[in-house]
C-alpha cells in the first residue's frame, strides 16, 4: 500500500477509537444490589434497591370541634385529654427505612448520589409467607399491607396498620458515566441528562444533535483523504 493509502487508514482509525472509548462508558446491564433488602421482623423483601416500612396508629387527636381519630406515624401526646380520649403510651412497631449496601452495574460500582438523586418510592403489596408466628397472629392482609384490626372496616384506637415501599430507577442510559472507576452522574445537570435520554426519537432536533453534528466532518475528511490516496495510486500505474 502506498504512504498516502496508509496515512488515510491510520487517520480513519484514529476517528474510530474515540467512539470505542465511549461505547465502554455506556452501561451495558442493569443495576444489581449485592444482596436483597429485607425487613427482618416481618420478612419482606424488596425486589429492587430500598425498602420502607410504614407503621402507623389509630389515635385520638383534639381540635377545636372536638376529638378526631387520626392514623399517625408519631405518639399523640394525650395526657391532658379526656380519660375516654386517652392513647396508648407508645406505638409498639416503628416505621424503618433500608437501602441496598452496594449496588453495581456491569461489575462496577454505582455512586449513592445516582440512588438519591434518581431513586423513586413506590408502594407495594409483598408477599407474607415469611411472616414469623407471633406477628401472623396480630395481623391479617388488610389492601397492600397489614392491620391488626379484628374489623378492619372498624378500627380501634391502639389498632396498627403497616405499608410497605421500594425503592426503584428509572433506565440509567443517558444518564450516567464511568468516571474513577465507579457509575456517577453525567457531569452536566442530571436534568438535562434525564431530557436527553427521555427525548422522543421521533423529534426534528434532537436534545444531542451539536455533539452529532460534530462527528459527521471527521469522516467526510477521512473519505476524502481515501479518495485522493487511491486518485495518486492509480496514476502512478498508468505508463507514462
Same mark, same amino acid.
Given at each position: ?5 496508509? &496515512? ?10 474515540p467512539?470505542?472509548?465511549?461505547a465502554?462508558?455506556v ?15 416481618f ?14 396508629m ?14 399517625s406515624?408519631q405518639p399523640?401526646?394525650?395526657?391532658r385529654?379526656d380519660?375516654?380520649r ?22 462496577k460500582?454505582?455512586?449513592?448520589a445516582?440512588?438519591t438523586?434518581?431513586?423513586?418510592w ?5 408477599? &407474607?409467607?415469611a411472616l414469623?408466628?407471633?406477628?401472623a397472629a ?9 392491620g ?6 372498624e ?5 396498627l ?10 433506565p ?18 442530571p ?7 427521555d427525548?422522543? @426519537? ?29 486518485? @495518486? ?7 507514462r
Amino acid at each position: 500500500m502506498k504512504p498516502a493509502a496508509w &496515512f488515510a487508514a491510520a487517520v480513519l482509525i484514529s476517528l474510530c477509537l474515540p467512539s470505542t472509548a465511549r461505547a465502554q462508558d455506556v452501561p451495558l446491564g442493569a443495576p444489581q444490589p449485592a444482596q436483597s433488602v429485607r425487613d427482618p421482623e416481618f420478612g419482606v423483601v424488596a425486589r429492587h434497591f430500598g425498602l420502607e416500612r410504614r407503621v402507623e396508629m389509630l389515635q385520638w387527636q383534639r381540635r377545636q370541634a372536638g376529638y378526631w381519630r387520626v392514623w399517625s406515624e408519631q405518639p399523640i401526646d394525650s395526657t391532658r385529654f379526656d380519660v375516654d380520649r386517652r392513647n396508648p403510651p407508645a406505638i409498639p412497631l416503628r416505621s424503618r427505612r433500608w437501602l441496598a449496601a452496594a449496588i453495581t452495574v456491569d461489575g462496577k460500582p454505582l455512586d449513592p448520589a445516582v440512588i438519591t438523586l434518581l431513586g423513586r418510592w413506590q408502594a407495594f403489596r409483598p408477599s &407474607f409467607s415469611a411472616l414469623p408466628g407471633n406477628l401472623a397472629a396480630t395481623f391479617q392482609p388488610e389492601g397492600d399491607g397489614l392491620g391488626s384490626a379484628e374489623n378492619p372496616l372498624e378500627p380501634r384506637i391502639g389498632d396498627l396498620r403497616v405499608h410497605w415501599r421500594e425503592l426503584i430507577l428509572p433506565p440509567l442510559d443517558g444518564r450516567i458515566e464511568l468516571r474513577d472507576g465507579r457509575w456517577q452522574l453525567r457531569s452536566r445537570p442530571p436534568s438535562a441528562a434525564i431530557a436527553a435520554a427521555d427525548t422522543d @426519537v421521533n423529534e426534528s432536533v434532537p436534545t444531542d444533535a451539536p455533539s452529532q453534528r460534530r462527528w459527521w466532518w471527521p469522516a467526510a475528511i477521512a473519505a476524502l483523504l481515501l479518495c485522493i490516496a487511491a486518485l @495518486v495510486a492509480w496514476r502512478r500505474r498508468q505508463p507514462r
